[in-house]
């Protein structure tokens, strides 16, 4: 195996989201060690905002290796369709411990917003927050790239949750200089408040996106595009119709359900060899896609079709 290979194929190791998620809680343990140590340093309270991310950081890391975990174990008998949303459980824990974070920190500069107090050792806490920033964008940057890779929600938002502690380290250390630079102390406290809405908005996203994942959120626009492509290359080759189509996403497996309706001069063999060939080029156009197609015979509805057409007839009237 050539050297390059060999980095191709351990580098994929490395990429695998149960390995991001453990170097994400190690990460988390030295950026709490380096931060707590630069507001111990500084008095800042707008560094001890930072300090308490770190920690919510690592509550994150630690939920979400775990619900990862979870996601990748087999379908069973009380799963048939696999484990794959346990994932929207972590993003959703890691939200609402983003916008606890932002309450608490909210709190404490609301108190040092009454009671400035002078900044000490500026310069020392300053290089431990930027060197931890350093540590949490690499690593936010690596999983951002393996999440899309993996189609994983957890890795994506324990991701998004890294940059944003990125971000809000960034906008400290501009407050402290600013705050040095003018003499005015009320800014510590000023910053720390900005970075407290900036996180609890950030934690709100994560919510939202993970209640939408455990409520079976259609597949993006570009995926049904992919899907309407192959359905519709092969309606026109073979002279068969697609309807009924519904899509869902549920962790980083996708499921699409159709009916193909054929004709009724076709033997069963023949319908199934083709229905094979579709879901082949379905997987190709969207990896990761299980797709459930039901065969019938031109002009023939499903109970279930029948029954809601009549519905919308009854409506109508």
Known sequence: MSSSSWFAVHASAWLQPRQLLRASVAVALLTIVFKTLAWWLTGSVSLL??????????????????MV???????DEDHPYGHHKAEYFSAGFEGILVMGASVAIVWAAALRLWHPQPLEQLSWGLLLSLIS?????????????????????A?????RHLLTDVWTSVGVVLGLLAAQWTGWL????????????NIFVQGAQLVWQSSQGLMDKA??????????????????????????LTTRQAGER?????????????????????????????????PGLYARIELLPMGMETHSEAGDARAVCESET
């Open 49 to 66: 905002s930072d300090a308490l991310e770190s920690f919510v950081n690592l509550g994150g890391a630690v939920f979400a290796l775990a």
């Open 69 to 75: 975990t979870i996601a990748a174990r087999p379908a």
């Open 133 to 153: 920033t350093g540590f949490n964008g690499a690593l936010a940057w690596v999983m951002l790239r393996s999440a899309k890779l993996h189609r994983s929600m």
């Open 155 to 159: 890795l994506e938002g324990d991701a």
């Open 186 to 197: 009320w800014l510590d406290a000023a910053v720390a408040m900005a970075v407290a809405c």
């Open 219 to 244: 597949l993006d626009a570009d995926a049904i595009e992919r899907i309407h492509a192959v359905l519709q290359q092969h309606a026109t080759a073979h002279e068969v119709q697609f309807d009924n």
């Open 254 to 286: 996708s499921f699409v359900d159709l009916h193909m309706h054929v004709p009724e001069a076709w033997t069963v063999r023949q319908a199934a060899q083709l229905r094979a060939e579709i879901e082949a080029a379905l997987l190709q156009a969207v």
